[in-house]
């Protein structure tokens, strides 16, 4: 409609906020923020987003591929920012392990990628909340691994372990980070361990 110079009904131009694409984003993205990683839910309605905005590929407005689900934060930070040679970060296409990096509850940019750098910088992933919220996180995982470090059965240890797998899998709040801190202290204790 758009190319043929008529207005897009307001009915359709906002489809992409329909119930049901909001639900299908909220369950693809295990109720987290595609960019932070926070539970949206437990303080927040979440947005749709479109990775690339409206403003600058409006062919891109109804096309699923080019929608996720945000938190408001890290929406209203991105707003309409996209630059084809600086891009942000995608949480579909893109494996954030290739441009950042856990450190503690901080993500930092690892210092080859222009798109870790942008995305930790235009969406300040590392806003105190976020820090906050990422060191409680840590302080359980931690307590956890204390008492695998000093299990004496197989068997605890066992399930010590299944529990850390559990509370690290990719649909929990702040996996990356947790994630990057479980691999680094399981060196410690067991050097075995890759």
Wanted: charged share 25%.
């Amino acid at each position: 409609m758009v190319a043929m110079g008529q207005a897009i009904p307001d009915s359709l131009a906002t489809s992409y906020r329909d119930r049901d694409i909001k639900l299908l984003l909220q369950k693809e993205t295990a109720d987290k923020c595609a960019y932070c990683e926070s539970k949206i839910t437990h303080v927040d309605y979440g947005d749709v987003e479109h990775i690339i905005p409206k403003v600058k590929r409006p062919d891109l407005r109804f096309d699923y591929s080019n929608l996720t689900y945000a938190c408001s934060v890290c929406n209203t930070k991105k707003g309409d920012y996209h630059d084809d040679a600086a891009p942000l970060l995608n949480p579909y296409i893109d494996a954030p392990e290739e441009h950042l990096l856990a450190v503690g509850p901080m993500l930092m940019r690892l210092p080859t990628s222009d798109k870790g750098l942008v995305t930790q910088k235009r969406l300040d992933l590392n806003r105190a909340p976020l820090i906050e919220r990422r060191t409680e996180r840590l302080e359980s995982i931690g307590t956890l691994m204390d008492q695998v470090a000093r299990a004496n059965s197989t068997a605890v240890r066992q399930v010590l372990l299944d529990q850390i797998g559990q509370e690290s899998a990719d649909d929990k709040e702040y996996a990356f980070i947790v994630q990057g801190f479980v691999n680094c202290t399981l060196r410690f204790i067991d050097p075995n361990v890759n």
